[in-house]
């Protein structure tokens, strides 16, 4: 049934967390959300290369064996279990440590998973989604910008606030005003031709959809994409807005603010070879 | 024995947390940690009044009462085990929720406290420290500055830094270069026989020892103090240099990278303050 979830906690199925735990105390951690299609797990190269980008920033000795174990255990209970689609968070802790900011010298991390069932398969992209702007904004942190750590009180209060709004989604601006994303997901839009999305160096999430759009479906389609600075007044004067996630893949904006979109033709198009790739 | 630990999870004394929760998942929580001389709690009310502009900012239901419970029960463990000062940390979590960042409506949020022993009495202000310069900045997010949340990623990698480099702590900078405090404490300078302290409305932590030096104890003696953006140079050529924390109270500082200072005598003085307000 869609929504049932198993959790493991270092390679055991379980659902508490050993304390103290620095995940916990200061965020110290990372985490990735990848889409299992049956018992196979999507892009999965491209979570771990953003998680190994994430260790080497925040000092961490090396997960990946301990991660991929939990994926392979997920996957194989995704499979069992007969979910057709479902949500696998990986959550990586810098475990145990005594009292105070500093991590020990030697950090035993620790991996938790939380796989979700998403039910059916999602057989058409997502309806176009109406987005607000979000009142909170992104600090500039060009330390932690682009890794998916645990520290994500900025989108918290944001997804709040557009919740509470009944919207679907809110583009988020970064300390200066300019155009970054969306809570959950990166932003694209069209204009002359051309797709343009926000650099993720100062601050944002890389996305690993984000990633396939710039390198791999957008030059399918001959398009030429830009990671640039995006002003409002570029996004309102786009021909086209969406925005990509690991879950959904790519979705449509149909608006933002007073500001409405008829044609999703590009993201339609790229949406085609997003799931022509699943099939 | 100093270091000894008790954990409580919702008034349970106990080491494990149910998952999933969302102070692991985003950092969404709040904490706060206090020091205990015996079974007496030091400076509740300033402690509570930060957590109540925390919940306020993350809009947490009302949790003081269950806060209070705790604190309560953690004291009376202290005098208990006749620990002679402990360092009792609450965590307030938002708790359980579904998949994604958006919080559920009604959220229940989780108390966790650990409580550590120790050890005897500081009869004596702590020697005077050696500070660094961190790499990592704090990044400007008024909508977070001052309270003490979850996301602590950046003194976490400060705090890293300056443990490897052998030294006692490390000078904070904004992302502009303003002097703003250390990983763990508010700092001051003294300059032209006026107390100088950098301001946390846009990032840093608005610190209990911090608001008792500005309202109580400087006042006490006589001394303006200004909460002003400091810079480099402004802390280099200072006659006096100190920070201030709940657990220490307050720490002279004995060098900033090449730079020395001999005189402590406001941090003295101010520190006997404190320690006739502990009598």
């Not at 145990?96 to 058409?124: D, H, M, Q």
């Not at 984000?210 to 390198?215: D, G, K, N, P, Y």
Request: hydrophobic letters at 45%.
């Amino acid at each position: 049934m869609a929504g049932e979830t198993v959790l493991w906690v270092d390679g055991t199925q379980g659902s508490v967390l050993p304390l103290p735990d620095r995940g916990l105390d200061f965020g110290d951690g990372l985490f990735e959300t990848l889409l299992l299609q049956g018992s196979r797990a999507l892009h999965v190269e491209l979570h771990l290369a953003r998680l190994r980008r994430g260790c080497s920033t925040l000092g961490f000795p090396e997960c990946e064996l301990a991660v991929l174990g939990q994926l392979r255990q997920a996957a194989a209970a995704a499979g069992e279990r007969g979910w057709p689609w479902s949500a696998l968070r990986i959550t990586l802790s810098r475990g145990a440590g005594p009292r105070g900011y500093a991590p020990p010298a030697e950090p035993v991390p620790r991996v938790i998973a939380r796989l979700t069932n998403l039910g059916e398969a999602p057989s058409a992209m997502a309806k176009p989604a109406a987005l607000g702007l979000a009142t909170v904004r992104w600090a500039l942190q060009p330390a932690l910008a682009g890794i998916k750590h645990l520290n994500r009180l900025e989108q918290v209060l944001a997804a709040r606030e557009y919740r509470e709004s009944g919207l679907d989604e809110a583009v988020m601006l970064d300390q200066q005003g300019a155009v970054v994303s969306v809570v959950a997901g990166n932003l694209f839009i069209v204009r002359g031709g051309e797709l343009l999305t926000a650099p993720v160096d100062a601050c944002g999430i890389a996305g690993t959809r984000r990633e396939l759009v710039m390198r791999r479906w957008a030059p399918a389609l001959g398009l030429v994409v830009r990671e640039q600075t995006l002003t409002i007044d570029q996004l309102e004067s786009a021909s086209e807005v969406f925005y990509s996630n690991s879950l959904m893949g790519l979705r449509p904006v149909a608006r933002y603010r007073q500001r409405c979109w008829e044609s999703h033709s590009t993201c339609e198009a790229l949406y085609r070879l997003y799931q022509g790739e699943l099939a």
